[in-house]
Nanobody, 124 residues
Framework: QVQLAEYGGGLVQTGDSLTLSCVASGGTLRHYAVAWFRQAPGKEREFVAAVIWNGYSTVYADIVQGRFTASKDIDGNTGYLQMTSLKPEDTAVYYC?????????????????WGQGTQVTVSS
C-alpha cells in the first residue's frame, strides 16, 4: 500500500508552465497507474490525465489534451504532470491518485490511493 504526496503547486501567470510531482512512499509506483484529478472552488472533482500502470500509455481530458503530459518513473516512486500554456480555468487543487495495475480510468472511485492535493493558481 502506497502513500502519495504532491509537490510543485504554486502561483503562476497565464501561459506559464508548471510541473507537479507525485511521490510515493511505502512502495514504488512500478505496477500502479498514476492519474491526476483536480477540483476548483464550487465545482466537482474532474479527471485531468493518467498514465497506465506499465507507463507506456496515457489518457487525457479533452480540456488539457496537447497542453498537459502525464508520466511516471517506470521503476521509481514518482509520477509527474507537466502543464504548459496554463490558463486561469486551470486553477484548482490537483490530486495525485494511484491504482494497482490500473489502465487509466477517468473515474475517481477506481483509485484507492489519494494524495492530499496541491494548489495551482493561474493568474490572468
Amino acid at each position: 500500500q502506497v502513500q502519495l504526496a504532491e509537490y510543485g503547486g504554486g502561483l503562476v501567470q497565464t501561459g506559464d508552465s508548471l510541473t507537479l510531482s507525485c511521490v510515493a512512499s511505502g512502495g514504488t509506483l512500478r505496477h500502479y497507474a498514476v492519474a491526476w484529478f483536480r477540483q476548483a472552488p464550487g465545482k466537482e472533482r474532474e479527471f485531468v490525465a493518467a498514465v497506465i500502470w506499465n507507463g507506456y500509455s496515457t489518457v487525457y481530458a479533452d480540456i488539457v489534451q496537447g497542453r498537459f503530459t502525464a508520466s511516471k518513473d517506470i521503476d521509481g516512486n514518482t509520477g509527474y504532470l507537466q502543464m504548459t500554456s496554463l490558463k486561469p480555468e486551470d486553477t484548482a487543487v490537483y490530486y495525485c491518485v494511484a491504482d494497482y495495475l490500473g489502465r487509466g480510468s477517468m473515474q475517481p472511485h477506481e483509485y484507492p490511493f489519494w494524495g492530499q492535493g496541491t494548489q495551482v493558481t493561474v493568474s490572468s
